[in-house]
Nanobody
Framework: VQLVESGGGLVQPGGSLRLSCIVSGFTFSSYYMRWYRQAPGKEREWVAFISGGGAIRDYAESVKGRFTISRDNAKSTLYLQMNSLKPEDTAVYSC?????????WGQGTQVTVSS
């Protein structure tokens, strides 16, 4: 199982970024996928999840209405569209999947929101 995130960077408050997570090694469409983030000095925080077919999604209260999780099963790719970014969204963002009770993580991508 491999997960590779991309799309992070430096953005001004109010700006947008789209993160991607390309996966391999398992049947992508069969599994829920999740985004997490970890800010410096803080514990890892769940951000959003999406079901295998994409019909079920949920978000942490801190990002609801600003972030959108989606997936393209044909491309084995998970996305996180982040709008109206705030300085408190600064963190390393990682995608996650649990396959046969084992958690797999990508290497993470840094998102920095600063003027």
């Amino acid at each position: 199982v491999q997960l590779v995130e991309s799309g992070g960077g430096l953005v001004q408050p109010g700006g947008s970024l789209r993160l991607s997570c390309i996966v391999s090694g398992f049947t992508f469409s069969s599994y829920y996928m999740r985004w997490y983030r970890q800010a410096p000095g803080k514990e890892r925080e769940w951000v959003a999840f999406i079901s295998g077919g994409g019909a079920i999604r949920d978000y942490a209260e801190s990002v609801k209405g600003r972030f959108t999780i989606s997936r393209d099963n044909a491309k084995s790719t998970l996305y996180l569209q982040m709008n109206s970014l705030k300085p408190e969204d600064t963190a390393v963002y990682s995608c996650n999947v649990q396959v046969r009770s084992i958690d797999y993580w990508g290497q993470g991508t840094q998102v920095t929101v600063s003027s």
